[in-house]
């Protein structure tokens, strides 16, 4: 299964046998944040932006190395961001649960 989190922990460098990092981010750019941490990077396969009253929320359909994967990041009007990233494998539960939630509206 995809363990989102080793996108932010590094790969492994080509001596070890591991493949070049992958780019990651909205094209043209080709990753987030600064300097060389040696992570793995993804591919930004489509995104969805949604405006909501004092907040914004990104839904990014990623790929990397490992696989495809949700990323949803929230960023309220003050500037803090809020990401969660979850496998493609669990976008029924998370719909199967939105669902829900709206019948209880």
């Known amino acids: 299964m995809f363990d989102p989190m080793s996108e932010l922990i590094g790969s492994p460098s080509p001596e070890d046998g591991g493949g070049a990092p992958m780019p990651m981010g909205r094209p043209p750019r080709h990753h ?3 300097g060389s941490d040696g ?3 993804a591919t930004d396969l489509h995104s969805v ?3 909501a009253r004092q907040r ?4 990014d359909l990623k790929e ?3 696989g495809k994967f949700f990323k949803v990041s929230e960023k309220s009007r003050g500037g803090q961001k809020t990401t969660i990233m979850f496998d493609v494998e669990d976008l029924d539960k998370f719909i199967e649960a939105f669902q829900e939630m709206k019948t209880k509206l």
Not at 56 to 59: G, Q, V
């Open 32 to 34: 987030s944040g600064g």
């Open 39 to 41: 992570g793995r990077y």
């Open 49 to 51: 932006t949604i405006h």
């Open 64 to 66: 990397s190395g490992n």
């Open 56 to 59: 914004t929320f990104y839904i």
